[in-house]
Every structure is written in C-alpha cells, then in structure tokens.
C-alpha cells in the first residue's frame, strides 16, 4: 500500500466521526447487525474473510468465476455444437475472430477455489484465523496485433506480429493464518474502530501451463501483394503431472495485509486490502521452443515452415524449474449503512499485470435487511473484461451458523453473459 493511501485513511479516521456521529439510532435495527457480518463477501481473493467471522466456527467455502470479452454462452453452445459434430470449420474460427471489439485483443480469466476455514476472534480485540484449500488462476489474451490480421486482413495495414498473446494458468494447494487487531473507539465513543489484519499462506504449485512469445514486440509477420515475411518464437510450458509437481516441489510464501477504519454509530467503512505478496517455483516444468522464420512469395514454402513450426520433434526441449509472480491483489473498499435496511459497498480491484494480467474491476453491491438475519445481495461489476456484470445472492446469519449464496452473470444476462460465477459458505459455530 502506498503512502498516499495511508494519508488518506488517518486523514478520514480523523474527520469522519464529527461528521456522521450517531447517524445510526442505538435502537436500530442497523445497529443490531453484528459488525462481522457489515463485512460484505466478495467473489474475488480475500484472505482475511475466514478471520472476520463472529464467531468460533468451521467454515466450508468454495467459488469460481469466469470471464471474456468476446463469447457469450449463445456463441460458446453453438461452437460446441459443431465441435461435438466434427462440423467445426476453420472459418468458423474466423467469424470468432470478427467479434473480438477492436483496439482489445480476445482476453479473459478465471478464478476458482475451495477450502475449510477454522477461526473466530479471542475477545473483542484479537481475532485468528487458519485455512486449507485449494486454488486455481488462469488468464490469456490475443494480443490485437495479432487479431486484426485475421479479422480486418492486410488492407490497412501490412505488419503485423504476436504483440503481448499470452496465455497462463496455474493450481496451488494453499494453508495460511491470519489474524486481526481491533482498536477501538478511539477518540470518543462515536470514535472510529481499527483493524489491522496480516498473515501469510504457505502455497505448494500442483499444476502449471504458459504460452507465450519470447522475441521483442512478439514478433513480426509482414504480409505484401508479393511476399511473405514472418520472424516468431514462442515458449510453450507444462507441469508433467499433478503427483510429480507436488511432491518435488517446494512450498512459497505468500504475504496478506489489511487496515479497516469503521465507524458503528455512523454507519460507515473504509477498508485498504493487499494480499498475494509473493512468487511461487515451480520445479521441474518441460518447456519447449518453436520458430517460425519464412521470407518467401512462395504458398508452399510458408506451408512447409508451417509443418516445421508444429512438428514436435523440431521443438527445443528442456525441464527448468520456473519463478511465477502471484496476481497481487490491491483493493479499496467504501461502505455505508446508515439506512435501517439498506447497505452500500463500493469497491475497487486495482489492476494486476504479469501472467495473469486483469484490469480495473468496480463492484457496486447491496445488501437489504427486510429481515435482520436474512439479507438479500444485489449489486452490479463495472470493468474487468466483460464490461458490465450482475450479482445476487441471499444469505443466513445466524448466532449458530451462517449461509451465503451468490451468483454472477457477466457481461450481460444468461445466454447473452460473457462470464459467470458463484460461491458458497457454510459455516458452524461452536
């Protein structure tokens, strides 16, 4: 987090509690939400969620969501329907291409895991919280310089070349602790809560794939009324096996850290979040290189090199253990909830870059108390690949237990959705 985040924080801790003292009535029914729960859960990474329920308790957990900027699931099922009919044909790959919006590239990512939880907090002041799970990553992107040869030719321009294309994806088993120290009020009994979370997750690689180009601007690939020029070299990297990627491999560390400024009789929340601090090894991954080089006006000749391009007996081989950066996770998070049912929370995915690159991703959700112990979500996502996205869900918040359900439909409703997610929890208290 960088320091001008942080005097952005003291900076409202220190003003905020006159400005919205007591707007929250002592007899409210937004008073009686316990403060555990005012933390709304996300579909994106949060490490801290299993050390910030109310109470002692086992939590089962598990989410995944998915997304693009091109397909949407009409276009995915017809695709699909051809492939099971060996009737997919290599223009149909075309007219896919067609949909890419220009300027953009064909990207998009995944996010999926699954776990138990075992936390609660020691008193008022001091919460832990310790987890075992599993979880995957995955990102690709065609790169636009790439795309426009096969989707607007060579009219308007004749070079071309592989540009940023990369495509990743990466499982781990994870175990992690985290805890949490709440100071508070400060100041006054109107005064502004603190929390301060850190911990770190112990991160063994299972699994791990990587395309990607290896020459500068990736590439080139100059088509003309007369010729054909194409200079390209790509990496192609894979774990073996899962049984083999696990036991020789070594385990990482992966930091977590969080500063949550709250103020109960004001009915607000700002909350600071980086996690994913860390790289993992992977050992062992078999890498192999091809090259692609032609100059030629002949068909037959860019043919050829084609076949030499795919032939794997031609590829360059070796096993390298390999150094792979965590997608880092910086998020914002504003919350309001000084209306007897309704809560706001805004919040903003910073973008990540490397293998798993994403972009800025705002989530806009609601939580509606018609009865205290059963709010309902609704909330919209801004950005990310798909553009505009829905979310809903229920929940069960109880003294013994609590239940929460969540969907998501991305880039537009059912059918018409470039994306999709969920996620599940069901925790028991002791």
């Known amino acids: 987090m960088n320091r001008r985040a942080v005097l952005l924080l003291a900076a409202a801790a220190a003003t905020a509690g006159e400005l919205w003292a007591q707007a929250v009535p002592e007899n409210s029914q ?3 939400v316990q403060p555990a729960y005012r933390r709304t859960p996300t579909f994106r990474i949060d490490p801290f969620r299993h050390a910030m329920i109310p109470h002692w308790g086992f939590v089962f957990s598990g989410g995944a969501v998915g997304e693009n900027n091109t397909l949407n699931f009409a276009d995915i099922g017809a695709l699909t329907y051809l492939s099971d009919r060996d009737s997919l044909l290599a223009g149909d790959v075309l007219d896919v291409l067609n949909l890419v919006p220009k300027g953009r590239g064909f990207a998009g990512s995944a996010l999926g895991e699954g776990g138990f939880y075992l936390g609660g907090p020691f008193g008022g002041h001091f919460s832990i919280g310790l987890s075992a799970q599993g979880r995957g990553y995955g990102a690709f992107l065609l ?3 790439f795309v426009s040869l ?3 030719g060579n009219l308007s321009a004749q070079s071309f070349s592989l540009g940023d294309t990369k495509a990743a994806a990466l499982g781990s088993a994870e175990g992690g602790a985290h805890a949490v120290l709440r100071f508070g009020p400060l100041g006054s009994e109107d005064g502004v809560h603190l929390s301060i979370g850190a911990g770190a997750r112990y991160i063994k690689p299972i699994a791990f794939a990587r395309f990607r180009s290896t020459l500068a601007d990736g590439g080139v690939i100059r088509v003309t009324e007369d010729s054909i020029i194409a200079n390209l070299e790509v990496e192609l990297a894979h774990t073996p096996d899962i049984d083999s990627t696990f036991n020789n491999g070594s385990a990482s560390i992966a930091g977590d850290f969080l500063i949550r400024l709250s103020w109960p009789t004001s009915g607000f929340a700002l909350e600071a979040m980086v996690a994913n601090l860390g790289t993992v090894t992977v050992h062992r991954v078999e890498t192999e290189r091809r090259r692609l080089t032609v100059r030629t006006d002949n068909l037959q000749e860019v043919l050829d090199s084609l076949d030499n391009f795919t032939n794997d007996s031609l590829a360059v081989k070796d096993t390298v253990d ?6 880092r996770i910086v998020r914002f998070t504003a919350s309001a909830w000084a209306n007897r049912i309704l ?8 973008p ?6 994403s972009p800025l991703a705002v989530d806009v959700n609601t939580t509606w108390r018609f009865i205290r112990t059963i709010p309902l979500r609704l909330g919209a996502v801004l950005g990310a690949h798909q553009g505009i996205g829905f979310t809903g869900g229920l929940a069960i918040e109880g003294r013994n237990m609590f239940l929460q359900i969540m969907g998501q439909s991305l880039g537009g409703l059912f059918r018409n959705a470039t994306g999709a997610g969920g996620r599940f929890e069901l925790g028991f208290f002791f």
């Open 30 to 32: 937004a008073a009686r």
């Open 352 to 357: 990540t870059s490397g293998d798993f690159e």
């Open 343 to 350: 809560q706001v929370d805004v919040s903003a995915t910073l």
């Open 322 to 327: 390999l150094e792979v950066k965590l997608p």
């Open 150 to 152: 096969a989707r607007d």
């Open 143 to 145: 790169d636009e310089e």
